[in-house]
């Protein structure tokens, strides 16, 4: 059984809790290294692939390789 993905208002406060950033898109600014760690936390803090692309603004391919 697949989880329900969060709701928009609950990614979005995980995404700034995990990246520890005040607007959930500057992700897109840091380093490769940095944001893949964090893509890395977002998906094992249960959040779907498409749904942290479609808020970070990040492309899908990159969210699913790191």
């Known amino acids: 059984m697949v989880a329900a ?9 995980i995404i700034k809790r995990i990246c520890r950033l005040e607007n959930y898109l500057e992700i897109q600014k840091t380093d490769q290294q940095t944001r893949n760690k964090y893509l890395k936390r977002l998906k094992e803090e ?3 692939t498409r749904q942290i692309s479609r808020l970070t603004g990040i492309s899908r391919s990159i969210v699913l390789k790191s």
């Open 5 to 13: 993905p969060f709701k928009y208002d609950e990614a979005v406060e």
């Open 46 to 48: 249960g959040l779907f």
